[in-house]
């Protein structure tokens, strides 16, 4: 009860203030959270998972236009190919139920996988290029998924393509601005700008793991670290982000 009545009190405290437009989770803690609790560490994916359907749904009901979540980084190939397996099935299975989630649909939800997805196979590949096909026309709002995802590896693909094009001789060296980069980002900011306002890690840790780098520097986003495992981050810890967001953008004012 009492918990209930903090939220709604910090809800109302959120609303009166700018929200972020742009919101990323690092989803950390899902292995350690299931080792706690005595089960596999691969059981951890599916709470996890379920954890980021349930906060989706609150960025949504908030009114965050753009949402970014880390789910499986490049260094994470190096794990057990059974545990990559896990993982990869897991969304598989979660693609297709977004393809078919009424919220996605009814909010106008646009989908887009962020990563090399030449490292994936190949049935993975075909289902994110349909799940994005599908949500394709939607521009209320924008859910990232950052999968076989690194920030280094971004900017390295991104500086490539440029590079083409200067080769190509479609842009000159001394035209070349931070935006001329930026285009070729894996989020480049076509339908919404892409820099990143706040960023969520939860499960203790307090480095943000080659994430978004490009989008997050420039802007210096509000970075909020807190200790909760992903499985068990509440809604209460979500509001406490955005407040901590609302605080350093009044002191900057």
């Known amino acids: 009860m009492i918990y209930r009545i903090y939220e709604k009190i910090l809800e109302r405290e ?61 260094e994470n190939f190096k794990r057990s190919k059974e545990e990559r397996e896990i993982i990869f099935e897991l969304f598989k299975r979660k693609l297709k139920e977004l393809m078919k989630d009424r919220l996605i649909h009814e909010k106008k939800v646009r989908i887009k996988v962020i990563g090399k997805r030449e490292l994936l196979p190949r049935d993975l590949v075909s289902l994110i290029n349909k799940v994005e096909k599908v949500t394709s026309s939607y521009e209320n709002f924008f859910l990232n998924i950052a ?60 480095r943000i793991s080659n994430f978004l780098p490009w989008q997050s520097m420039g802007n210096e986003s509000t970075v909020y670290f807190c200790s909760p495992y992903w499985p068990e981050f509440r809604r209460i810890d979500l509001l406490r982000a955005i407040r901590t967001y609302q605080q350093r953008l009044a002191q900057l004012s």
Request: glycine fraction near 8%; include cysteine.
């Open 147 to 206: 999968f076989a995802y690194g920030g280094r590896a971004e900017i390295t693909d991104a500086i490539k393509k440029l590079m083409r094009e200067v080769l190509l001789r479609k842009i000159s060296p001394e035209k070349i601005t931070e935006d001329s980069l930026t285009k070729f980002m894996y989020l480049n900011g076509e339908k919404i700008p892409p820099d990143v306002d706040l960023i969520i890690r939860t499960g203790g840790e307090r």
């Open 14 to 74: 959120v609303m009166k203030r700018p929200l972020p437009k742009h919101v990323a989770i690092i989803m950390d803690g899902n292995r350690r959270f299931a080792m706690k609790r005595g089960e596999s560490f691969c059981k951890g994916y599916f709470f996890g998972a379920k954890k980021t359907e349930e906060v989706l749904r609150w960025l949504l009901q908030l009114g965050i236009q753009q949402i970014t979540v880390y789910a499986f980084s490049t």
